[in-house]
């Protein structure tokens, strides 16, 4: 596919996804969000690619919400197609075997947000602002607002968000941990570049069966959540990776990971 309102950018084993139409703050829409379906699976199926960076093109946003004017007039048949298609790439984004980084460069509100939330982490600039302000325009988060935000920060703070339709910045996202670190904007991609280029360097199945256990665990019971970590441990003394990581460890070197 060709991209029209994203770039797609591959070196050492770093993915980097920009969402690129600063001048309307890149706001999304149905056809950025199949973009991006189409980018995600581009990524999975490369095996180069073993961490993905998420950001936004300028120094204003992230992503600014979903584009108004293309919704303004839009059925419920309309809505629900572009509603199932950002739920769908969403759960791969946060399903998939890859780690990924939300680096939040400005606003992220709306679908911003829940872009950010699909991910595994979530680094801010401090002039990033977080929000859904959907109730403000007769309607509620669609792309898994309403659920994957009071999973992380708890009940009564996503309640006042989603219900209240206001905005935090981001030293309060951090304190709420909706993101797990907050860096100044100049230092951003740097920041993130850092810890992708950490992850480039671990075994990438073992990665795969940690976040599958965690995702997939959190809404299971104590004890099928850690008989579905057992399974997942279990699978990583058949991989090649397990087997040098013990060895280098006992003769106290680093190891070489294959991804295998």
Do not use: H
Not at 40 to 56: I, M, N, P, S, Y
Not at 121 to 142: S, W
Not at 241 to 259: C, H, N, S, T, V
């Amino acid at each position: 596919m060709d991209y029209k309102n994203i770039l797609l950018e591959i070196s050492e084993g770093i993915a980097r996804i920009t969402f690129n139409r600063p001048k309307v703050l890149n706001a999304m829409s149905y056809e950025v969000m199949s973009e991006l379906a189409d980018a995600l699976k581009v990524c999975d199926r490369d095996d180069a690619v073993k961490v993905l960076v998420l950001t936004g093109a300028g120094e204003k946003a992230f992503v600014a919400g979903a584009d108004i004017s293309q919704m303004q007039n839009a059925t419920p048949v309309d809505i629900m197609k572009l509603m199932e298609l950002g739920q769908e790439t969403l759960r791969f984004l946060e399903t998939m075997g890859k780690p990924s980084i939300a680096a939040v460069n400005g606003f992220a509100l709306g679908g911003g947000t829940e872009i950010a939330l699909a991910c595994d982490i979530r680094i801010a600039a401090e002039n990033a602002m977080f929000g859904q302000p959907e109730i403000l325009i007769g309607i509620l988060p669609g792309w898994g607002g309403t659920q994957r935000l009071p999973r992380l920060v708890g009940m009564g703070i996503a309640k006042e968000l989603i219900l209240g339709g206001g905005q935090i910045s981001a030293q309060r996202a951090y304190e709420i941990g909706l993101v797990n670190k907050v860096v100044p904007l100049a230092q951003l991609m740097e920041e993130a570049g850092k810890m992708a280029g950490k992850f480039t360097t671990l075994p990438g199945f073992a990665l795969k069966m940690a976040k599958n256990s965690i995702n997939y665990g959190f809404d299971m019971s104590l004890d099928n959540a850690v008989k579905l970590e057992l399974g997942a441990i279990s699978q990583c003394f058949s991989t090649q990776d397990q087997k040098e990581g013990m060895k280098a460890f006992l003769e106290k070197r680093k190891p070489a990971f294959i991804g295998k």
